[in-house]
Structure formats: structure tokens, C-alpha cells
């Protein structure tokens, strides 16, 4: 196993969820479709990770990866006026590379929102600190490793 995706092993299990895998595969889960067809799930199963940084602090959004995330919805729940977050950001952060960020295990952690659109899936897959690497969870699983607040965030 990769050292990233150790480290997110490592963080399910402190936070009492080492029965979660974190799995690396040999195809490609970069972007929500890839990740959709490695694993053999609908595109809506697949949670994004996104970083937004504002004028208040950064942000986490776990984003369903048929939807695109809303930035005045986001800024209304944050309070804050927000633009995404730079690759050098995103890895200084979370300490893993976008295509790989994973919703724990972060450098520094983040308040985080998720998107009430993953609530209807029985599983969803996450990264798991590489592009090559998930994890599989209920949306409640997910809500309580990351004390995410569940919200409205898809783009009309």
C-alpha cells in the first residue's frame, strides 16, 4: 500500500472505523467517472472531495460526482467569500495531491459540508490519498469520520 493511502487506512482506524478499506487499484479513479467504472458504481456514488479557501479559512466539500458544487450556496453556508483552492493549496491543506484527496485524514483539518445528494445511496466511494486508490462507506459512515453538516450544494 502507498504511504497516502496508508495514512487514510491509518485515520479510518483512529477514528474507530478500521473495518473501511482503503483499496488501490490499477485503474485510474482521477475524476468521478474513472472512479465510477473502477469500481463499478453509478457516477452519483462517487464523493468529491473539493478545497475551497476564503477570506475566514479553507474548506472541505464532499460533492455527489454527478454534480457540480454551487458557489453561492457554498459561500452562504461558509459566510465567506470563497475560490477554489491551487494544487500547491490543496497538498499544503490536506497534505495529499488533488485526484487523491481524500474527506480525513488532512494535514489540517477543515470544516467540511456534505452534499445531501450522496444521503441516497446505500455505499459511496471516496479517494483514499491517490488517484488509484478508494474506499467505500454508508453516507453515514462518511457523515460521522468527517462531522461533515449535510447541505444543499449541487448547481441548479
Not at 452534499?115 to 474506499?135: C, I, M, S, Y
Amino acid at each position: 500500500m502507498s504511504p497516502s493511502a496508508r495514512r487514510v487506512q491509518e485515520a479510518l482506524e483512529a477514528r474507530g472505523f478500521g473495518h473501511l478499506r482503503a483499496v488501490e487499484l490499477t485503474a485510474s479513479t482521477r475524476t468521478a467517472q474513472e472512479a465510477a467504472e473502477a469500481v463499478g458504481a453509478k457516477v452519483g456514488q462517487i464523493v468529491k472531495s473539493l478545497v475551497f479557501v476564503g477570506e475566514k479559512g479553507a474548506y472541505l466539500f464532499l460533492v455527489s460526482g454527478q454534480n457540480r458544487l454551487d458557489l453561492r450556496k457554498a459561500e452562504a453556508l461558509t459566510g465567506d467569500p470563497l475560490r477554489r483552492a491551487t494544487p500547491e493549496e490543496v497538498r499544503a491543506l490536506t497534505g495529499f495531491a488533488i485526484g487523491g484527496v481524500p474527506p480525513l485524514g488532512h494535514t489540517t483539518p477543515l470544516p467540511a459540508f456534505l452534499d445531501q445528494d450522496l444521503l441516497a445511496h446505500g455505499e459511496v466511494w471516496a479517494a483514499a490519498g491517490t488517484p488509484r486508490a478508494l474506499f467505500r462507506a454508508t453516507p453515514e459512515e462518511l457523515l460521522a469520520l468527517t462531522g461533515a453538516k449535510v447541505a444543499d450544494l449541487k448547481e441548479a
